[in-house]
């Protein structure tokens, strides 16, 4: 008697193992995940650590330059206007000052940045002027600290002498950090104390650019030499080497 072959419990073997193959596949796939996920893991770690190092770094390092800050400040007080002419010579802040800004810092005598003894949780620029007739402060002083909710930023509140204000020395309407057009003032700028909360404008550009351009070596801008090209890389983010020596906190934040 010949035995009739029932073929249609053949294709049900088939793809019960197909399945069991499916879930062997499957189980590979979320072990070699859980492992890559544990190696990416591992590498943040360390990549954090690198950060701490780095910016215990720069805070040693901060400490080292600070008397000669100081020493190169005692120098500028005696180069009539320096900081002036620095600025006016730098392609993005002399966008800045107005006819009235110019007058009023032929009395700038120093400025000065100063990071927080914690690096990364902000620092604050300061302008210090000679006895004049604009306002009553010798020195003003801006300040950016970084929070987990944004960046918040605090400055001196300016007493200007009677019939001297400067008429756009006031805030105005303006999207995000974007300079502020030439009819505007150094003082619209200085007095914007707006909390910046978006991820994008978290950083001041103008504060940005003194600190991590003009402040590192003033003196490129004095002689009217500086390297546009240069400037241009640097406000991308590309130039981590500026002012003579390693922009630690922008390493730090790119090692995260």
Known sequence: MKIVEDKGKKPKLAEKSDDQNSDVIDEKLVLSIEKLQE??????????????????????????????????????????????????????????????????????????????????????????????????????????????????????????KEGMGIPNGVNHEKKGNKRPPTEESFFSWFTDTQQKDDVEEIHDEIADIIKEDLWPNPLTYFNNDPDEEDFDEEADGEVIEEGGHINYFLLAISIV
């Open 39 to 160: 190696m990416q893991d591992e590498l943040e770690k360390i990549n954090e650590e690198a950060s701490d190092k780095v910016l215990e770094v720069e805070q040693k390092y901060n400490e080292i330059r600070k008397p000669v800050y100081d020493k190169r400040n005692d120098i500028i007080k005696s180069i009539p206007d320096f900081w002036l002419t620095a600025f006016l010579s730098h392609p993005a802040l002399s966008e800045l000052l107005s006819e009235e800004d110019q007058k009023i810092f032929k009395h700038l005598t120093s400025l000065e940045v100063e990071d927080f003894k914690d690096v990364k949780s902000g620092y604050s620029i300061s302008f210090n002027f000679s006895p004049n007739p604009y306002f009553e402060d010798t020195k003003i002083t801006k300040t950016f600290t970084f929070q987990d909710e944004g960046t918040k930023i605090t400055a001196t509140s300016i007493k200007w």
